[in-house]
């Protein structure tokens, strides 16, 4: 079992943020390029953000780019998501996810998921 533990998910207005953690308690990732998924009911799982192993490169969908922020501490074993100006198309499950290919293909290794609701 991949210990990756999400949290930070939650019910927020329309315009209010959220910000998502991701551990790695073991610090097995450090050296992986780590990101975000989402998925909203009835669709499929989409690629959020991506972050390199030194932070160098980061990548975000077209949808969250200008609103979203990530962000690694290798020290803690973490990764976080600054989500502003949420939207209620913002609502979905929020996925950590490890060892991504290219720019948006998942790794093999997820988290639980953290839910995240946005209302009107």
């Known amino acids: 079992q991949v210990p990756l533990v999400e949290s930070g998910g939650g019910l927020v207005q329309a315009g209010g943020s959220l910000r998502l953690s991701c551990v790695d308690y073991k610090r097995n990732f450090t050296i992986w390029p780590m990101g975000w998924f989402r998925q909203a009911p009835g669709k499929e799982r989409e690629f959020v953000a991506r972050i390199t192993k030194d932070s160098g490169r980061i990548n975000y969908s077209d949808s969250v780019k200008g609103r979203f922020t990530i962000s690694r501490d290798n020290a803690q074993g973490a990764i976080y998501l600054e989500m502003n100006s949420l939207k209620a198309e913002d609502t979905a499950v929020y996925y950590c996810?490890?060892?991504?290919?290219?720019?948006?293909?998942?790794?093999?290794?997820w988290g639980q998921g953290t839910q995240v609701t946005v209302t009107t």
């Open positions: 996810n490890v060892g991504l290919t290219g720019v948006d293909k998942p790794g093999p290794f």
